[in-house]
């Protein structure tokens, strides 16, 4: 490698409906990959890079004065970048060309599950696109939740080799919205004095991959079996789907809901409904094994129940497999009645498996610059 110094440009977008970067995963993803980029030492520079967006319509909520990010018109960085990372922002074809003119190195770095978002499209005759428009990268990474779906899918649309990447994350949102919503000191786990508990999911219910239907019946089978244990379940990202018949057909015959221990809730922001709301988080995913609000609960050291073969391999949290809701089930019941007694280990546990996500971690950083050289060398083309 000789002594030149990169500097990496990140395609960024916002629009009326992102208006903060921790509102959803992929904003929070493209900080960190900021981060362990900026931690290559043949690494100068990293910024943020936008096109056809106006800047005066940047919300200020955004949060890039929190972190440090430079955001930069491609005209203004083009001639000086050596390469252009696909975010949250499609490379069309006239930035492809731009590039390809000046020999600058383009990745595609997918963080979402892309087949089955553009499954769904077909399936429900959506109008807007699938994210591939015929370019081949330079590189083409993957995070490790969506190898499994995702990998042959993303390789053979874009021509290139598909490299899988660890997945990045630190407290850092998680920490900084706790401070603004005046719950820092009260967001982490507190044993419930009359040892009822009230259970909460944060499935987005936007996908198939993250849905709170069978969160929904798991709470069902566990209050049938024990009600005197079970105060609330709070299932969150629901409310605009209420009235949905295939959801009223199946919560209008629950025992929970009948007795008014069930509630559909809108969105809210994690850290201040964890702190008022919540004693034991459960979780179910369908092909999405980790993400952002797992390790939000792991961090604030909620007792949380799971599906995640990746999260039960690091053997936190309880674990149900597949769509197994009486296991399910047992497992909120067990924690409910163990949790405290083991919580001690197992926070010692969460902590170990948080580390090996931290973007500064020494492992994550030599992974990061192993596949930033396959790059420059030219070895993911096929």
């Known amino acids: 490698m000789d002594d030149h110094k990169l500097r990496i440009g990140i395609t960024f977008i916002w629009s009326d409906t992102i208006k903060h970067l921790w509102s959803n995963g992929l904003g929070q993803n493209l900080y960190f990959l900021y981060q362990i980029l900026m931690a290559q030492p043949n690494v100068e520079d990293v910024f943020f890079v936008y096109w056809n967006n106006d800047i005066n319509n940047l919300s200020k909520d955004m949060g890039l004065d929190d972190m440090g990010v430079?955001?930069?018109?491609?005209?203004?960085?083009?001639?000086?970048?050596?390469?252009?990372?696909?975010?949250?922002?499609?490379?069309?074809?006239?930035q492809a060309e731009m590039c390809?003119?000046?020999?600058?190195?383009?990745?595609?770095?997918?963080?979402?599950?892309?087949?089955?978002?553009?499954?769904?499209k077909f399936v429900n005759k959506e109008e807007h696109g699938t994210g591939f428009i015929g370019l081949q990268y330079d590189g083409a990474w993957l995070i490790p939740q969506f190898m499994e779906t995702n990998h042959d899918y993303l390789q053979i649309m874009t021509k290139t080799r598909v490299r899988e990447v660890p997945h990045l994350w630190s407290p850092f949102f998680f920490d900084l919205m706790a401070?603004?919503?005046?719950?820092?000191?009260?967001?982490?786990?507190?044993?419930?004095?009359?040892?009822?508990?009230?259970?909460?999911?944060?499935?987005?219910n936007i996908s198939m991959v993250k849905t709170s239907m069978l969160s929904t019946v798991i709470?069902?089978?566990?209050?049938?079996?024990?009600?005197?244990?079970?105060?609330?379940?709070?299932?969150l990202n629901t409310f605009e789907h209420k009235d949905v018949p295939a959801y009223v057909n199946v919560t209008?015959?629950?025992d929970i809901v009948k007795m008014g221990r069930l509630s559909t809730e809108t969105r809210f922001i994690a850290p201040g409904f964890m702190s008022a709301y919540t004693d034991l988080i459960l979780s179910h995913q369908w092909g999405s094994t980790l993400n952002y609000a797992f390790y939000e609960a792991l961090y604030a050291e909620y007792p949380f129940v799971h599906n995640t073969p990746l999260l039960h391999r690091a053997d936190v949290g309880y674990y149900y497999p597949d769509f197994d809701a009486y296991e399910g089930a047992r497992q909120v019941l067990y924690a409910i009645h163990h949790y405290d007694e083991?919580?001690?280990?197992?926070?010692?546990?969460?902590?170990?498996?948080?580390?090996?996500?931290?973007?500064?971690?020494?492992?994550?950083?030599?992974?990061y610059g192993d596949l930033l050289q396959d790059v420059l060398d030219g070895k993911n083309r096929l």
């Open 100 to 120: 390809r003119q000046r020999g600058i190195k383009t990745i595609i770095y997918r963080m979402g599950d892309s087949m089955i978002a553009d499954s769904e």
């Open 70 to 94: 430079k955001l930069c018109d491609i005209g203004d960085v083009i001639d000086s970048m050596d390469i252009l990372i696909e975010g949250s922002c499609r490379i069309d074809p006239p």
């Open 342 to 367: 083991e919580r001690e280990d197992m926070v010692k546990k969460n902590k170990k498996f948080l580390e090996t996500l931290d973007p500064l971690n020494p492992y994550n950083i030599k992974m």
């Open 219 to 235: 709470c069902e089978q566990a209050y049938r079996w024990e009600p005197e244990v079970i105060e609330h379940a709070f299932i």
């Open 252 to 254: 209008g015959r629950m």
């Open 179 to 204: 401070e603004r919503q005046g719950c820092k000191d009260t967001v982490k786990y507190k044993s419930p004095e009359n040892h009822k508990y009230r259970i909460a999911t944060f499935e987005p």
